[in-house]
Each structure stands twice: as structure tokens, then as C-alpha cells.
């Protein structure tokens, strides 16, 4: 199946600058996308090809300034591009969270040579991904590195160490390393994924988000050059507390895949053949039931995108950097705190959506060939990347007793 679609990406798609937000060639892009993606998740046919074509595209480079060569886009857009996105494929969309992720600390930090180099290579299309999670450490997203470890090794290092859960780095041309130096300082390595010693697996067997290659990645000796390490205290390191763009795109996902159940919900009214001898109307259309039902998927819809897009304060985040640190610590809080009331409405609103479904479809709609149930599953595997009740409650002992929300990966 996939011979087709490269041929099909190489007759349609020329792209001589990069995507803007808005220009018509994202969403021929995305359409295109979207034609594949049931039969992908389907048969577990790894996007490569759609990968390439994003690459190509630019899209990688966004969010950087056009004077930079990039796509010169706002915060806000960006997760109205995301929301396209996972509407079109959330693996897809997910494949590229950690690059986005990537892309806006390197963005809001320093302009050194080497951050300068990491935003020239997203430029020519290079996607990042990231290998951050050990199960050695005790607590998830604690930021804790206990195996992957760096060693001296001439005028620079060695690399060795096991992650796991590193989405996008099958795919990605860079990958962004947290390790331990050996005076047991936490930093963060950029490297290519193609250096010798890096091993890319795709054993991630969840059942949502399957095509996202959320595997292991194992680091044997990898050699790491000085200028490819960022400790916290060098001054061209993102140094802002929480971490809210990795999480606010994953609700941005979550917001797209209700936009493709709506779609689904529709299609499966019009070509309804029949229905209930109980109906009150010999048509699905003209069902007041699946009318009511539809409306309801198109409110959700409505709901969860324009909540995605008011929890983004990133845009004003980035303008308090400016303005010392108490600004900047006082934007990041109030960054987190929307973007985790964001995810527990919207996560909430996706599952409830996904379900919805099968009201308009009927038994029938369960056939594995049509995958629809393709939009609970990976609802509700990107819902369990931070699971609510925790946000919940660091949000509730923020309203009563003014306690600061958590700073470490889940916010």
C-alpha cells in the first residue's frame, strides 16, 4: 500500500518555501493525510512516507520566524495547526509533539551558534524527537534520570543509557536526550539519530496511538560532541518551569479527533441504509434523535477547540521572559494552570465524543473495517499520558490553599 501514496506524493506535492499556518498547501497536505490514515491505523503501516512528505513540507518549522526561514507563526496557530493535524491522523500529529516541544524551548531561549544550528536544521526540515523516560526512575515524569549517564571521552563525550516511550524518534532525523554528566548534574543531549551506537525500536504495544513509534531507544557507547550538550546552567537553556507545550498539544490532538468523529457521526447518517422499525422517520437524516446526537458532537467539537486555544498564554509567556524573573515565573504558572484545566474538560469531552458515535452507527459500525473505534483508543491512550484525577488535584490545592502547581514533565 504504501508504493501508491509515495507515488502520489511525489506527482502532487512541490513545496519551494515552507508552510504558512493558512496557506492552501497545509491543507492539501493534511487532506492528503487524512486519505490514508484509517487504513495505516488499520493495517500498522508505519508513516514514513507521510513523514517524508512532512519534511518536505517544512512544517517542522512553523513556529520559527520567517526572518529565520521559517513559517513565522504565532503560539495560537500552532495549535490550530495541531488540531488539523489530529483531526487529519493524532499519530501523525503526535509523531511531531515532541518536535513542536523541542522547537519552542530552543525558540525561547538564547540565539546561540548552536541553538541557531538546531533551528537552521528544523529548517531544512529536520524532525526532532525526544528520549527522556527511564522505568528505573521511581517517579513518572519527575524528570529523574538514573541510567542513561555521559561520560568524558577526549575533547568530548560517551553516551550510554536505555529509554523507553520516546515518541517520534522512529521517525526523527534529531533526538533530544535527557542524561546525567558524572558529577550527576540532569542535561539534556541533541544528537542525529542515525550516529552510531543509537538502536530505534518499535515494540510500543499500545492499543491507541500505534503508528507513533513510542519505543525504546538504547544508547551503546554514543559518541556526543561538547556543543551537543545543554546543561541547565548554561545561558542558552530554556530555563521556564513548566513544560506546557508538550502537554497543551496533546490535548490539541485530542481536540482533532473530535472534529473526525463529527465527520465520522455525519457520514454515517447520510449512507445509513436503513434504521429502527421503532424510528419516528423512515430516513436517518431526518432522525431527530441522530440529529440531536450530531448537534451534540458539533458542540463538543466547538467547545473543546475553542478551550484549546484560550488555555494558550504561551504567546504571553514568551513576551514576560523580557520582564524578569517574577514575570516570567507568574506567565509560566498561569500557563500550566490553563493548559491542565484545558486537558481535563477536553480529554473528558473526546472520550464521551468517541462513544457517541456508535449512537448514529449501529451495530454495524463496529466492523473492523471501518476502524471507528480507532478515535476512543487513542483518545483515551493520549488522556492516560497525565491522568486527570492528579491535575484535578494539584489544580484544587492551587484554588484553596494557593499551593503551586507541580513543575516537573506532567505540567
Same mark, same amino acid.
Given at each position: 500500500?504504501i508504493?501508491?501514496? &509515495?507515488k502520489?506524493?511525489?506527482?502532487?506535492?512541490?513545496?519551494?518555501?515552507?508552510?504558512?499556518a *493558512?496557506?492552501?498547501a497545509?491543507?492539501?497536505?493534511f487532506?492528503?493525510?487524512?486519505l490514508g490514515?484509517?487504513e495505516? $491505523?488499520?493495517?500498522?503501516?508505519l508513516?514514513?512516507?507521510?513523514?517524508?512528505l512532512?519534511?518536505?513540507?517544512?512544517l517542522?518549522?512553523?513556529r520559527?520566524?520567517?526572518? $529565520? +526561514?521559517?513559517?513565522? @507563526?504565532?503560539?495560537? /496557530?500552532?495549535?490550530e495547526v495541531?488540531?488539523?493535524?489530529?483531526?487529519?491522523?493524532?499519530?501523525?500529529?503526535?509523531?511531531l509533539r515532541?518536535?513542536f516541544?523541542?522547537?519552542?524551548?530552543i525558540?525561547?531561549?538564547?540565539?546561540?551558534?548552536?541553538?541557531?544550528?538546531?533551528?537552521?536544521?528544523?529548517?531544512?526540515? @529536520?524532525?526532532?524527537?525526544?528520549?527522556?523516560t &527511564?522505568? /528505573?526512575?521511581?517517579r513518572a515524569?519527575?524528570?529523574?534520570?538514573v !541510567?542513561t549517564?555521559?561520560?568524558?571521552?577526549? *575533547?568530548?563525550?560517551? =553516551? *550510554?543509557?536505555?529509554k523507553?516511550?520516546?515518541?517520534?524518534?522512529l521517525?526523527? %532525523?534529531?533526538?533530544?536526550?535527557?542524561?546525567?554528566?558524572?558529577?550527576?548534574?540532569?542535561?539534556?543531549?541533541i544528537?542525529?539519530?542515525?550516529?552510531e551506537?543509537?538502536?530505534?525500536?518499535?515494540?510500543?504495544d499500545?492499543?491507541g496511538?500505534?503508528?507513533?513509534? !513510542?519505543?525504546?531507544?538504547?544508547?551503546?557507547?554514543?559518541?556526543?560532541e561538547?556543543d551537543e550538550?545543554i546543561?541547565?546552567?548554561?545561558?542558552?537553556? %530554556?530555563?521556564?518551569?513548566y513544560?506546557?507545550?508538550?502537554?497543551?498539544?496533546?490535548?490539541?490532538v485530542?481536540?482533532?479527533?473530535?472534529r473526525s468523529?463529527?465527520?465520522d457521526?455525519?457520514?454515517?447518517?447520510?449512507?445509513?441504509?436503513?434504521?429502527f422499525?421503532?424510528?419516528?422517520?423512515?430516513?436517518?437524516?431526518?432522525?431527530?434523535? =441522530?440529529?440531536?446526537?450530531? +448537534?451534540?458532537l458539533?458542540?463538543n467539537a466547538?467547545?473543546? &477547540?475553542?478551550?484549546?486555544? #484560550?488555555?494558550?498564554?504561551?504567546d504571553r509567556?514568551?513576551?514576560a521572559?523580557?520582564?524578569?524573573e517574577e514575570a516570567k515565573?507568574a506567565?509560566?504558572?498561569?500557563?500550566?494552570?490553563?493548559a #491542565?484545566?484545558a486537558?481535563?474538560?477536553?480529554?473528558?469531552l473526546?472520550?464521551?465524543?468517541?462513544?457517541?458515535?456508535?449512537?448514529?452507527?449501529?451495530?454495524?459500525?463496529t466492523?473492523?473495517?471501518?476502524n471507528? %473505534?480507532?478515535?476512543?483508543?487513542?483518545?483515551?491512550?493520549?488522556?492516560?499520558?497525565?491522568?486527570?484525577?492528579?491535575?484535578?488535584?494539584?489544580?484544587?490545592?492551587?484554588?484553596?490553599?494557593?499551593t503551586?502547581?507541580?513543575?516537573?514533565?506532567?505540567?
Open positions: 500500500m508504493q501508491p501514496v &509515495e502520489a506524493i511525489d506527482s502532487t506535492f512541490e513545496f519551494s518555501t515552507p508552510v504558512t *493558512n496557506s492552501p497545509l491543507q492539501a497536505l487532506d492528503f493525510i487524512a490514515a484509517i495505516r $491505523e488499520r493495517d500498522r503501516i508513516p514514513y512516507d507521510v513523514i517524508d512532512i519534511r518536505r513540507s517544512k517542522g518549522a512553523l520559527i520566524p520567517v526572518a $529565520e +526561514g521559517g513559517g513565522g @507563526a504565532n503560539v495560537r /496557530e500552532l495549535f495541531v488540531i488539523r493535524l489530529g483531526d487529519a491522523d493524532p499519530n501523525v500529529a503526535h509523531i515532541n518536535h516541544f523541542v522547537t519552542e524551548q525558540l525561547r531561549s538564547a540565539r546561540s551558534d548552536r541553538n541557531r544550528r538546531w533551528l537552521k536544521a528544523a529548517v531544512d526540515g @529536520a524532525i526532532i524527537g525526544l528520549a527522556a &527511564e522505568l /528505573e526512575a521511581k515524569g519527575s524528570g529523574e534520570v !541510567s549517564k555521559l561520560t568524558p571521552d577526549g *575533547n568530548g563525550y560517551r =553516551l *550510554n543509557g536505555i523507553y516511550y520516546s515518541t517520534g524518534s521517525f526523527a %532525523d534529531l533526538i533530544y536526550v535527557r542524561l546525567l554528566t558524572l558529577d550527576g548534574i540532569v542535561a539534556i543531549a544528537i542525529p539519530t542515525n550516529r551506537g543509537i538502536t530505534l525500536v518499535d515494540d510500543w499500545g492499543f496511538q500505534r503508528l507513533t513509534g !513510542s519505543g525504546t531507544t538504547t544508547f551503546t557507547n554514543v559518541r556526543v561538547a550538550v546543561k541547565e546552567t548554561d545561558p542558552d537553556a %530554556d530555563n521556564v518551569p513544560k506546557v507545550v508538550a502537554h497543551l498539544i496533546l490535548t490539541a485530542n481536540a482533532g479527533i473530535i468523529v463529527l465527520r457521526a455525519k457520514n454515517l447518517v447520510l449512507k445509513r441504509p436503513r434504521t422499525y421503532h424510528s419516528v422517520s423512515e430516513q436517518a437524516s431526518d432522525d431527530p434523535l =441522530l440529529q440531536q446526537t450530531v +448537534g451534540q458539533s458542540a466547538f467547545a473543546a &477547540e475553542a478551550i484549546v486555544l #484560550a488555555a494558550d498564554a504561551l509567556l514568551n513576551l521572559l523580557s520582564q524578569g515565573n506567565a509560566a504558572l498561569n500557563a500550566s494552570l490553563l #491542565a484545566k486537558k481535563l474538560i477536553v480529554d473528558d473526546t472520550l464521551r465524543s468517541a462513544t457517541l458515535l456508535f449512537e448514529v452507527g449501529g451495530a454495524s459500525s466492523k473492523t473495517v471501518y471507528l %473505534d480507532r478515535h476512543w483508543r487513542n483518545a483515551r491512550t493520549l488522556s492516560s499520558h497525565n491522568p486527570s484525577h492528579f491535575k484535578a488535584r494539584a489544580i484544587g490545592d492551587y484554588e484553596i490553599n494557593g503551586a502547581l507541580p513543575i516537573g514533565g506532567f505540567f
